[in-house]
């Protein structure tokens, strides 16, 4: 596999080995210098290799506490664990390995893990009375985890000759022992992977040395299954080629890029993380479209398979834990979907979104009690506002309207240092009144609210809401009046721009308008005759209808309007663009599925040069190489690809087209004219665009 993600992670056990090849142990200096990198970058992986290399000089007890940290930290790097258990086996204490094969293989999809454990219990176990139902044990377990992996061919070549070679001389057992290798024969050449054709052959084999007689039958029943797999490995070795099961599992980047919590992120490494999941969800979309047509249980297998392996980079994704629950609901199987909600709360205790998603399954099937516990958990790790919001929401739906303002009760004193609490209040108003039709303590909750968060304008925007929803146009003044009096100019811009709407929706008097949107400009410092003509054309707007055409509006107000109506409308021309692309290509896979193609492994290259076979003709390398350059489309070329991009005006972009036409397309959608036409709105023509792309 190739490494794709981020470099220092994805070099993690080269790092780990080179750091381990260096003589004695680390100065004190430089171990106060790593627990310094490791405190201001908890996931880090220079340092974490640079820790689990200097353990690895150690003896195991002193070893053992920086190993736990390790694994702590990073619960499916299988290179921390195997070193780990080397560790461990080294110093002879065969108890804790065999706990430490017990903690890793249930949440670390490592194909070395499993490679090592089948070796341990064969040394371990070798000599032993029960050693052969231990060893079959073993394989079994091995294969039910580890054996749809693309590399697992080694795997099932063992587990097939280790069932072979069981001497018996009861020919009940002996046909028994065949059937069973036939079985994993069967299992194994169903499983897309990697130099398949040497186990092909040795299946044919053991066919033709068990029973020439039956040997055809057996092997035409099993070819078909060979075949398909076969079809579909190069597909699945073209998505495996791109990933990598190298990388330590970190947090996402946060909001906005720069530094997190987590480590320094850089722009190329959100990219690469970005990218490397995006390559993931092309290999778990393909393992969903069941290209074998595996019965439901086999293809799910497959696809939480491929979710397990991505888990191992991707351990802190709360969309990778979700989608592998969704595969197991989509399949019908309910129980396995809460299995693997419940191992994702496990694992991150403190992500909201797995949280919810499992209290979510929780209320779904009448568990309001586990679902209850859930929410309960989850403020023990990340007290947050907006727990404390799902929380009632939750409360008032499945527990009932007392639970609902017990919950707001506690929220009030629990999360009143949060700088996001306002929302808390707001929210409980809005079930106060959506969902209990109690306007009253509703007025009163917003009121409470009032007090603390007077300067906070999301706040006053809330409650201002409220007050527009039941009518109370007196209360909604003085509201606009009190939060004015307590906000900046800045924090003030959208209060007013509330309070002026509210005069346009309820006054009867034109001079108390007037009044209000001067008081407006004068807060804004706005030029009073500009603004004038600005308020007069919002106060004679309706809707998406204008007084004007917004080329005039946009001179009087400026830019934000027609931007904002532009936008809309290339929003809405970008969806049906998509959507017919994606018509157009599903129509071109259907077509492509009845196209004749020819037997490319018999074809032979054609000479570049020297003297053409079979004739006295000299060759010249044709066409002559070139490097990869801009292609110069010729001027009329360019008038017409410029006139079916959303007829774009004529300096809107140069006549060189260096990228496919669907991303030129996507990159220069912003330039469409406001006013386009509206057919080109229309979803036939959005086809007929697409398909000329």
């Known amino acids: 596999m190739s490494n794709n993600a981020d470099g220092a992670a994805a070099a993690a056990p080269a790092a780990v080995a080179a750091a381990a090849a260096e003589p004695a ?40 506490a920086s190993f736990e940290r390790a694994v702590a930290r990073f619960p499916t790097a299988g290179q921390f664990w195997r070193l780990y258990i080397e560790t461990e086996s080294a110093a002879g204490n065969m108890d804790r390995v065999w706990a430490l094969f017990g903690r890793c293989l249930r949440q670390c999809c490592s194909r070395d893990l499993w490679r090592m454990y089948l070796q341990f219990v064969k040394q371990v176990r070798k000599g032993e009375p029960n050693f052969r139902p231990v060893m079959l044990q073993a394989y079994k377990l091995a294969a039910d985890a580890h054996g749809m992996d693309i590399g697992s061919l080694w795997l099932w070549q063992e587990y097939a000759a280790f069932v072979a070679q069981e001497e018996t001389s009861d020919p009940w057992q002996k046909g028994k022992n065949v059937n069973t290798v036939r079985q994993l024969y069967h299992r194994a050449l169903s499983t897309p992977m990697m ?49 990598t099961l190298d990388a330590l599992a970190r947090p996402p980047a946060p909001d906005g890029g720069g530094d997190r919590a987590e480590g320094n992120v850089s722009a190329e490494e ?3 993380e970005e990218r490397t999941l995006s390559e993931w969800r092309q290999l778990v979309d393909w393992e969903r ?32 834990w979700f989608g592998s629950a969704e595969a197991c609901i989509s399949a019908g199987y309910e129980e396995m979907a809460r299995q693997v909600l419940k191992r994702g709360v496990a694992a991150l205790p403190a992500n909201q979104l797995v949280t919810f998603a ?20 989850l403020l023990l790790k990340n007290s947050t506002a907006l727990v404390w919001v799902q929380y009632m929401r939750f409360a008032r739906r499945a527990l009932g309207v007392e639970a609902s ?38 007025a009163n909750i917003f009121e409470w609210g009032l007090k603390k968060f007077v300067g906070n304008g999301e706040f006053v925007a809330s409650y201002a809401q409220f007050l527009a929803t039941i009518n109370d146009e007196k209360n909604l003044r003085l509201l606009y009046e009190r939060a004015l009096v307590a906000l900046t100019p800045d924090e003030a811009r959208e209060i007013w721009n509330r309070y002026v709407g509210t005069e346009y929706a309820y006054t009867t008097d034109l001079r108390t308008t007037h009044q209000v949107e001067d008081r407006r400009a004068e807060s804004n410092h706005m030029d009073l005759s500009r603004s004038r003509l600005a308020s007069l054309l919002q106060r004679y707007r309706f809707g998406s209808l204008w007084p004007c055409t917004l080329n005039e509006a946009n001179s009087i107000m400026g830019h934000a309007i027609l931007q904002s109506e532009a936008q809309a409308k290339v929003a809405a021309a970008k969806v049906k663009v998509e959507q017919a692309k994606d018509t157009v290509m599903k129509e071109a896979e259907t077509r492509a599925k009845d196209c004749a193609r020819p037997n490319v492994a018999k074809m032979k290259k054609f000479p570049e040069k020297g003297t053409l076979p079979g004739t006295g003709f000299q060759m ?8 990869l350059e801009v292609f110069e ?11 079916i991009m959303f007829e774009f005006p004529s300096k809107s972009f140069t006549h060189k087209i260096p990228m496919p036409v669907d991303v030129f397309l996507a990159e220069n959608i912003h330039k469409m004219d406001a006013s386009m036409p509206a057919a080109l709105q229309d979803a036939e023509s959005a086809t007929k665009r697409a398909r000329l792309a």
């Open 25 to 64: 142990a680390a100065p004190a200096d430089a171990s106060s210098a790593r627990e310094l990198a490791l405190t201001s970058a908890p996931y880090g992986a220079v340092a974490w290799n640079a820790l689990v290399a200097d353990a690895r000089r150690q003896p195991a007890d002193a070893a053992r």
């Open 195 to 243: 130099d398949s054709e040497s186990l092909w052959r040795s299946y044919e084999t053991f066919e033709q040395q068990h029973n020439a007689k039956t040997a055809e039958a057996e092997l035409a029943a099993a070819r078909e299954v060979y075949t398909k797999a076969s079809r579909c490995l190069r597909t699945r070795k073209s998505l495996w080629d791109k990933l």
């Open 270 to 272: 959100r990219s690469a």
């Open 289 to 320: 479209s069941n290209p074998q047509g595996l019965e439901k249980l086999q293809n799910l297998n497959r696809v939480l398979f491929a979710y397990n392996q991505c888990l191992v980079v991707y351990h802190h994704y709360a969309e990778v």
């Open 358 to 377: 499992f209290a979510d399954y929780e209320e779904l099937h009448d568990e309001a009690q586990t679902a209850k516990d859930a929410f309960e958990n």
């Open 405 to 442: 303002r017990v919950v707001f009760r506690r929220a009030r004193k629990e999360a009143e240092a949060d700088a996001a609490c306002h929302q808390i209040y707001a929210a409980a108003a809005s079930i106060e009144v959506l969902m209990n039709k109690n306007t009253a303590i509703a």
């Open 620 to 627: 010249m390398s044709w066409p002559p190489p070139r490097p």
């Open 633 to 643: 489309l010729p001027q009329k070329l360019g008038d017409f690809v410029e006139r």
